[in-house]
C-alpha cells in the first residue's frame, strides 16, 4: 500500500530481459553492455545493485529510470511499460513516481539549495514549493543553508540538498547512483544513515547502485552484476 492508501496489485518495477548492445566504435559488431537482465522490485524493498566497474550496473540504472532505451525487454513502473510511451510520456512518468540521487550532485550551479529543491516541486504544479523545499532542507539539517549556492556547500552538504531535492516529490521509488562516490568516509556514512532513514520514514523503493559491498548490505536485497549479467541475489539475513 502507498502512502495514500492505494494498495500496489503490481510490483513498483519489473523488469524483463532487459538487454543493450552498442556498435563497436573500431569494427564490425557490437559490444554487448547488458544482457538478459529480470528482476522485480516490490514496493518499500530496498535493493542494491553491485559489481565491479565496467559491469554494467550503472547502464542498468539508466535504462530503470528511461534516461537511455535498451536494445530490447522491458521495464515496468507499476504496471506501465516505460518504454511504450516516448521520451515526454517518460519524463513525465518520472516526474510523478521518481527521484534521483547522483554520485555527482547535479545541482544547478545557478539556484540556490532551496530552489534546486523547488524545482522538481514547480515541474510538477505543485502548490507551496517553497515551503515544502524548506521543509525538506530543514528535514536534512540544511535549514541555515536555503540560500546558499552549490559553489559555497561542502560535498556533503550538497548531497543533502540532492537527497532533499529527490524527496520532496514524495516519489514512490527512489533511484541513487554511488551517492557516496565523492564523499569522505566520514561524510559518506552520514549520507547512507540519512538516506535510509529518510526511505524508511517516507515509505519509498529504493534503488542503489553501489561497488561497496557493506553499504549494499543493509538494503533488504543485493543483485550482483556482472559482464552485464545479472549473476546472483541474495537476501540479507537480519
Known amino acids: 500500500m502507498d502512502r495514500s492508501g492505494i494498495e500496489f496489485s503490481v510490483p513498483v518495477m519489473e523488469v524483463t530481459g532487459l538487454s543493450k548492445s552498442v556498435p563497436l566504435t573500431d569494427g564490425p559488431g557490437t559490444l554487448k553492455i547488458l544482457q538478459d537482465v529480470s528482476f522485480s522490485v516490490s514496493a518499500g524493498e530496498s535493493v542494491a545493485i553491485v559489481g565491479a566497474s565496467g559491469s554494467g550496473k550503472s547502464t542498468l540504472l539508466g535504462l530503470l529510470a528511461g534516461l537511455d532505451v535498451p536494445s530490447s525487454g522491458s521495464v515496468r513502473i507499476q504496471g506501465t511499460e516505460l518504454f511504450a510511451l516516448d521520451e515526454d510520456s517518460r519524463a513525465a512518468l518520472r516526474g510523478e513516481s521518481v527521484g534521483f540521487v547522483f554520485q555527482s550532485f547535479q545541482l544547478l550551479p545557478a539556484l540556490t539549495a532551496l530552489e534546486n529543491v523547488m524545482l522538481p516541486l514547480e515541474l510538477a504544479g505543485v502548490d507551496k514549493a517553497a515551503g515544502i523545499a524548506r521543509q525538506w532542507l530543514e528535514r536534512v539539517g540544511l535549514g541555515d543553508r536555503l540560500r546558499h549556492y552549490p559553489k559555497h556547500l561542502s560535498g556533503g552538504e550538497q548531497q543533502r540538498v540532492a537527497l532533499a531535492r529527490a524527496f520532496a516529490p514524495s516519489p ?39 561497488h561497496d559491498e557493506s553499504l549494499a548490505a543493509r538494503c533488504d536485497r543485493v543483485l550482483h552484476m556482472q559482464a552485464g549479467r545479472l549473476d546472483e541475489q541474495r537476501v540479507r539475513v537480519s
Open 172 to 210: 514512490r521509488l527512489l533511484l541513487a547512483d554511488e551517492p557516496t562516490g565523492n564523499l569522505d568516509a566520514a561524510t559518506g556514512e552520514a549520507i547512507i544513515e540519512l538516506i535510509f532513514v529518510l526511505n524508511r520514514e517516507s515509505g519509498t523503493t529504493l534503488i542503489l547502485v553501489t
